[in-house]
Every structure is written in C-alpha cells, then in structure tokens.
C-alpha cells in the first residue's frame, strides 16, 4: 500500500514541476539574488571526483558550473524541466548525459559515481530517506555526496512559520520547506563530514559519505 502511495506523490509532485517549470527561473530569481548563485557556485568549488552525477537537474541552473573533462550525468524526474536543462547544457557547451529518471528508483549501478550534487532537491523527494539510500547505493564506497538544501529552522518562531507555511508551498510546486535533512541524513546511514549554515540555520551546505 506504501510503494502505490508514495507512486501517486510521485506522479503528483511530477506533474506540479512540469506545469511550473517554464516559469521556474523565475520563480528562482529571488532565491539567486539572495545569495543562491553564490551558494551553488561555493557548492561546486568543493565537489572532487571524475564521474558525478547531479541528482534532480531542474531547469540546469548548476550546469554552467559544471567542471570540464569530467564524465558528468543529470537526472530528473520532470520531462519539461529536463527539456530545459538539455537546452541549457547546449549552450554552455556542456558534455552531460541528462536524463529523465526518479532519484527514488535510479538506473545506475551499485558504486557508479565518485560525487553526486543536489542542489535544493530533497525538499521535494516524496520519500526522502529513500532517495538518499538510493544515492548511498549508487555512490562508491569513498565518494562524497554535496549538498545545498534548505531545511527546517531549530529557531521556535522561524520554524513554526515554515510548518504554517509548508502546505501553500508543497500544493503550489510540491516543496516541503520543513525538512529535517539531517536526521534524514542519519537513518540513510551517512556519516556527516561537513556541516555549514549558510543563511541562518535554513540553507544548509553538506559533505557526507558512507
């Protein structure tokens, strides 16, 4: 009863992002002109590795910071937002391999990338610790997995507003802003290397492994 459940989320969140996704650049500009581009731009400086994998493309905002001469994969599970993505990867000159796939259900083999990149993603993964275990399972057993992601403020006030708030965001475009990364983090079993607030204790920026 789970798996259908989680399905039906699945095709619902879907649908929202591709019904959003020729305006979600914009919907992203004031995220970008509050620090977003620097964050995932920091993001990339650290990543390290020759095969990577971005897990949850969106439009492509990160490909023009992808790093050269590397075997480079994108995914995500939106066919319009993947259409964009493969424009924009065309015109940065990008050699990627973006392709349509669930983060819940990924088509790799066990151990097949030396870094994965998410990039604001797991505030829309229905099953979040499932993702990340897939994530684990496709990431070799010294890779690294980067993370930009928003979570849930410890702060009483700040927090109780996103839960208040969290309903209009998941109806509107399928993102929880109350996700508990960390401890999501925890059950997938990863060990947490790195850990640094980036706006307050809401944007986060994560280096963890098995």
Do not use: Q
Request: hydrophobic share 40%.
């Amino acid at each position: 009863m789970k798996s259908v459940i989680n399905m039906n989320k699945n095709d619902i969140i879907k649908k929202r992002y591709n019904r959003v996704a020729k305006y979600y650049d914009l919907m992203e500009g004031l995220m970008e002109s509050s620090g977003g581009k620097t964050w995932r731009k920091k993001l990339w400086s650290l990543v390290k590795g020759d095969t990577i994998l971005e897990a949850g493309v969106g439009t492509g905002n990160n490909i023009e910071m992808y790093p050269d001469g590397k075997k480079i994969f994108a995914i995500d599970f939106a066919s319009k937002m993947v259409e964009i993505a493969k424009e924009k990867a065309k015109k940065y000159g990008k050699d990627v391999d973006i392709r349509i796939m669930d983060i819940e259900n990924l088509e790799f083999p066990d151990k097949t990338f030396d870094a994965i990149v998410t990039s604001c993603v797991f505030c829309s993964v229905p099953d979040p610790v499932k993702g990340l275990l897939e994530l684990k399972r496709v990431l070799k057993d010294d890779g690294r997995l980067y993370m930009l992601e928003h979570v849930r403020s410890k702060k009483i006030i700040i927090g109780t507003l996103m839960d208040l708030l969290n309903p209009i965001t998941v109806a509107a475009w399928g993102a929880n802003i109350n996700r508990d990364t960390v401890e999501n983090l925890r059950k997938a079993g990863f060990n947490i290397f790195k850990e640094e607030n980036l706006a307050l204790d809401i944007m986060k920026l994560f280096i963890v492994g098995k």
